[in-house]
């Protein structure tokens, strides 16, 4: 009764043996099913086949090692997939599930998995036991043959017996009792630290401790808190130190149902050392074996077998000088070295490189600096006298990284070997500090990168090409900028109505978009009088972008051009956002997710939509629309976790936009012309309901509005037109399980509409109205595959109409075997809907 929700699914993961899965499928039939075409035999034959034949290839071919790795690497194919089909069955066997055989001593093994976690939570009283029993269940064959008198014979039962001495039967079932007891709580905290300094390092973070006394004793918390540690002591200059060094005790001898923990920080021989920085260079030109080499600490081993070869004779000179960077002038640097080395063993001289020196970081380059200095050294927070700090080390790799300026970059350290004077500290103890250089080691990236998206739709019964192109320039001024070119260009089918109102008759044409963006992006905050140093530790960069974009659809054709300019920065400690989600991005846990947003825009159309520049007339009103409007959109989902692998998720989703002045419009569709002062949005500002990511069961943005529904000729629901509304309601509740590896399933139901804030004589039944609007909520209901890749999940989702409250017949669930037209739809979607 006291584990929380987290502990009990903890606990059910630890059960060894577990029953087959029936739902959605019996995994156990789909098993047994395969078993019957299955032959171990015969698998073994193909596999010594497979080997003898591609053994015969092989020595043919032994002289060309091209044709080796290829014929090598089919072999291992082939026999990866034989084994897998000997060790796991055949493929309708990896479907399913083989019998979980009862094991007496896998239970067992439970019950001692068992106690150990809840010991390891506090309860180190907790006791955990186990019963089986037995369950005869006769077969519906049993049944069937007894009820015919064809079978006279008792059905005897598995020779193996349950707790109680019991003969077991053809099922079992096992019971797990745990007790968890009393909970031991943290009655003292000591601290056994012989290391002085180390001590007063850990004593003035005890404010941080995530061990407090009178809490419950946990040893994730104790583990976390070795974490803890560890870092602190990293970044208080102790380069050496190791998680291995702390050791807790726990004591519960002395206070009943109460813990006294120990803290214990050893000390290796010669004592803990701490390190400062004697000198920090970065090497802005690497090339990439060298990066990778740094990167995996393989940079001073190699170092060390150049020194050993230059140590031995070659020909009449025998070279026994031992570099060491204890020695090293002023100003010579380890790159240099190595280069110098390097050049000695090639026989030929060393490519000089160009250094500087800027606030105390030195850059070296062969040949001149690419990126300025200046805005490398607001990314390095490692400075010459600096103690050694993990965090800062970690955070200029990070902020290097956000430079897009580098292909790799990392940050390696090499000790000075020399005795250095003692110090006294704070507190007047003498202390010695030991010394670390720093080398930043960075590969630079291309210059030009250029990226290439082609792709194509098939929609309405026309097919839709479609185009990006992306330009990308790093470091066009030398000031790690980057410059982004982009067009982009697509055709997209869509059926309209042809001919008079009402007509069923449909025409697929074009939609077309095209456009170009501009985007130059500075890694600095651009702001006077000296404001953008007041964001300098928070990564700021300012971003310029010039963009145009033209749209012509069947309803509107827009161009619109913006131009912007944006803050951005980055910080570690804190976030402010629109969007709560608590789950992960495969939605794995229990969780809430709530969304909110909100525009307003045209605010601004008064002081230039009479003006003579934008209208061109003079001083009369400009013949293109302009509007102002506010929006507003709320999203709540809620993610119920019932088993490791099964959710529960439901999502509610609504929102309002509406004009904030009246916009006179002309009709010339209509002879003579019709002029209306109404309340009007921009099309594109309308919401639509309908989709892979809204309510399945319709075509996107085809749902709606309210009761109302253009109408065909022939009577019939008008599935062509879009259905914009200013009142958004819509919901959905999803099913989720496992079926295989990573094939998902669902099962579904969506609900909602959209509706107008004003009435519309030309729709009637289309505005919202609180006495009608419960009976106006369309449903759909259906069953989905999901294809989780872990970094990718593909969605099919296949839905039927239930309820459509636009139609005479509105319970269209009636005719989901008799009509196929407008009945079901399928959606292919990326992630999940919600």
């Not at 591609?54 to 026999?79: N, P, W």
């Not at 602190?232 to 130190?241: I, R, S």
């Not at 059926?495 to 939609?511: D, K, L």
């Amino acid at each position: 009764q006291g584990l929380t929700q987290a502990q009990q699914e903890r606990l059910l993961t630890l059960v060894q043996q577990k029953p087959n899965r029936n739902i959605p499928v019996p995994r156990l039939a789909v098993y047994q099913f395969g078993h019957s075409f299955y032959d171990s035999a015969r698998i073994r034959r193909k596999i010594a086949h497979i080997r003898a034949d591609y053994a015969e290839k092989l020595a043919a071919v032994q002289t060309d090692s091209a044709k080796l790795g290829k014929l090598t690497a089919q072999r291992d194919r082939r026999l990866q997939r034989k084994e897998q089909a000997l060790e796991k069955g055949n493929a309708i066997m990896r479907l399913g599930e083989p019998p979980v055989i009862y094991d007496p001593d896998l239970s067992g093994r439970t019950v001692d998995q068992l106690t150990t976690y809840l010991r390891s939570q506090g309860y180190f009283r907790a006791r955990a036991t186990y019963t089986d029993s037995a369950r005869s269940k006769r077969s519906l064959v049993d049944i069937v043959l007894r009820a015919l008198q064809l079978r006279n014979k008792p059905v005897h039962a598995v020779p193996l017996r349950d707790s109680a001495g019991q003969r077991l039967h053809r099922r079992v079932t096992v019971t797990y009792q745990v007790q968890e007891g009393v909970d031991f709580t943290l009655s003292q905290l000591t601290r056994r630290i012989p290391d002085t300094a180390v001590a007063r390092v850990v004593a003035r973070s005890q404010g941080a401790t995530l061990l407090r006394v009178g809490e419950a004793y946990n040893e994730d918390l104790i583990g976390q808190e070795r974490q803890r540690l560890e870092l602190l002591l990293k970044n208080a200059g102790y380069y050496d130190f190791r998680s291995q060094f702390i050791t807790f005790e726990a004591d519960t001898s002395f206070e009943k149902n109460q813990v006294r923990l120990g803290l214990l920080i050893a000390s290796p021989a010669g004592g803990h050392r701490r390190y400062r920085l004697r000198q920090v260079t970065m090497l802005t030109d690497a090339g990439q074996g060298q990066a990778l080499r740094s990167l995996t600490g393989d940079s001073a081993r190699r170092r060390e077998r150049r020194a050993r070869r230059l140590e031995r004779p070659t020909g009449e000179e025998n070279t026994s000088s031992r570099i060491s960077t204890a020695n090293l002038p002023a100003g010579v640097t380890p790159a240099a070295v190595a280069d110098s080395l390097t050049a000695r063993r090639r026989g030929r001289r060393a490519t000089p490189r160009d250094t500087v020196r800027l606030d105390s970081v030195l850059f070296a380059s062969r040949g001149p600096l690419a990126i300025t200095p200046r805005v490398l050294t607001r990314q390095i927070t490692l400075r010459p006298g600096q103690l050694y700090n993990l965090s800062r080390t970690q955070r200029t790799t990070r902020q290097l990284g956000s430079l897009d300026m580098f292909r790799f970059n990392n940050v390696s350290f090499s000790k000075v070997e020399a005795k250095l004077p003692l110090r006294t500290d704070s507190v007047a103890t003498p202390v010695t500090d030991y010394y670390l250089d720093a080398l930043v080691t960075s590969s630079p990236s291309p210059r030009f990168a250029e990226t290439t998206e082609i792709g194509g739709t098939y929609v309405a019964d026309k097919p839709g090409p479609f185009g990006n192109l992306r330009l990308k320039w790093r470091n066009p001024f030398h000031g790690a900028e980057v410059l982004e070119l982009s067009g982009r260009v697509g055709f997209e089918g869509q059926f309209v109505r042809v001919g008079s109102t009402g007509s069923n008759e449909q025409s697929s044409v074009y939609t077309i978009q095209y456009g170009a963006t501009a985007a130059l992006l500075i890694p600095k905050h651009l702001a006077p009088f000296g404001l953008g140093n007041l964001l300098r530790n928070y990564q700021p960069r300012t971003r310029f972008s010039l963009s145009d974009t033209y749209t012509q659809t069947p309803y509107y054709t827009r161009s619109n051009a913006e131009l912007t300019f944006d803050y951005l920065w980055q910080t570690p400690s804190f976030s402010f956002t629109s969007v709560y989600n608590s789950n992960d991005i495969n939605q794995t846990h229990s969780a809430h997710y709530l969304r909110l947003f909100a525009e307003v825009g045209g605010l601004t159309r008064d002081l230039y939509r009479t003006k003579s520049w934008f209208t061109g007339r003079g001083d009369r009103d400009t013949p293109l629309e302009v509007y102002d409007f506010a929006k507003i959109a709320v999203d709540y989902r809620r993610y119920y976790r019932l088993s490791p692998q099964t959710y529960l998720a439901w999502r509610l989703n609504g929102g309002i936009a509406h004009a904030l002045t009246r916009t006179p419009s002309t009709d010339s569709s209509v002879t003579p012309p019709v002029t209306s002062n109404l309340f009007t949005i921009p099309y594109d500002k309308y919401f639509f309901v309908g989709g892979s990511n809204s309510v399945r069961a319709w075509q996107p943005r085809r749902l709606g509005t309210g009761s109302y529904a253009t109408r065909l000729a022939d009577g019939d629901r008008d599935y062509i037109t879009e259905q914009p509304g200013e009142l958004l309601l819509e919901g959905s509740l999803e099913y989720r399980f496992p079926v295989y590896s990573f094939i998902k399933g669902a099962l579904f139901t969506d609900f909602g509409n959209v509706w107008t804030l004003q009435p519309d004589p030309a729709r009637p039944g289309a505005e919202f109205r609180f006495d009608s609007f419960a009976k106006q909520f369309a449903v759909g209901s259906g069953i989905g595959i999901r294809l989780d890749f872990t970094f990718l999940i593909l969605r099919f989702d296949i839905a039927t109409k239930v309820y459509d409250p636009t139609n005479t017949a509105p319970w269209r669930i009636r005719n989901v075997l008799s009509q196929t037209t407008n009945q079901t739809a399928l959606n292919v979607g990326i992630g999940y809907p919600f």
